[in-house]
Nanobody, 114 residues
Framework: QVQLVESGGGLVQTGGSLRLSCAVSGSIFNTSDMGWYRQAPGKRREFIARISSGGVRLHDASVKGRFTISRDNAVNTVYLQMNSLKPEDTAVYYC????????WGPGTQVTVSS
């Protein structure tokens, strides 16, 4: 059973930065495309970025130019560097494989104050 554990969230002011991490158990990580998602209060979970096993990146238009996804296969971790944060980025952030590797992790809360 693959486990996904997100971390790095917190409270930040508008314009601030955070770096999220997602640790993934199991050797399947190295051959898996990975994605970051977020769910704001009262809204559905939405896709924001993905990275292929070979490092090719794709970012949703809502975060392009501000967020950057990356991965370190040596430590089975995918990252999300978030810059120029806005109040509308407030959400719980999750990672998973594409397709999903397992159950969703607990997520990490990001709160951006205005």
């Amino acid at each position: 059973q693959v486990q996904l554990v997100e971390s790095g969230g917190g409270l930040v002011q508008t314009g601030g930065s955070l770096r999220l991490s997602c640790a993934v158990s199991g050797s399947i990580f190295n051959t898996s495309d990975m994605g970051w998602y977020r769910q704001a209060p009262g809204k559905r979970r939405e896709f924001i970025a993905r990275i292929s096993s070979g490092g090719v990146r794709l970012h949703d238009a809502s975060v392009k130019g501000r967020f950057t996804i990356s991965r370190d296969n040596a430590v089975n971790t995918v990252y999300l560097q978030m810059n120029s944060l806005k109040p509308e980025d407030t959400a719980v952030y999750y990672c998973n494989g594409i397709p999903a590797l397992g159950d969703w992790g607990p997520g990490t809360q990001v709160t951006v104050s205005s």
